[in-house]
Structure formats: C-alpha cells, structure tokens
C-alpha cells in the first residue's frame, strides 16, 4: 500500500473516531438537559446557587424556544 493511500486511511479513521465520540457527548448532553428540563421548582431550589440560575436559564431558553 502506497504512503499517501495509508495516511488517508489513518486520517478517514481518525475522522470518523471524532465525528462518533462528538455525537455521542452531544447525545449524551441532550439527555441531561432533557431530565433537568424536566426538573420542578421545588428540585432547583436544592441546587447550589450556581446551579440554579443555569437551570432556571436553560429552562427559560426552553420556553422561549416553544412559544
């Protein structure tokens, strides 16, 4: 096998490596966000306080999003 050709197979496998742990993180995101979407008012207010305002921002991005 040619260099050139091997190198490009190397780089296509190394792409594809990416491309697949980067959906899996995205995949994997979209499920925490859907379960804290999911969250009442009581549930946020345990969070520490850094916590709750990003949960109160996501799910006001949310809402706003659907209206």
Not at 14 to 31: D, G, L, N, Y
């Amino acid at each position: 096998m040619k260099r050139g050709i091997r190198n490009s197979i190397i780089l296509d496998d190394s792409i594809e490596r990416t491309v697949v742990k980067t959906h899996s993180r995205f995949a994997e995101a979209e499920q925490l966000l859907e379960t804290l979407n999911s969250w009442s008012e009581e549930e946020i207010e345990e969070l520490p306080e850094l916590y709750q305002k990003k949960a109160k921002e996501y799910q006001s991005l949310l809402q706003d999003g659907v209206e």
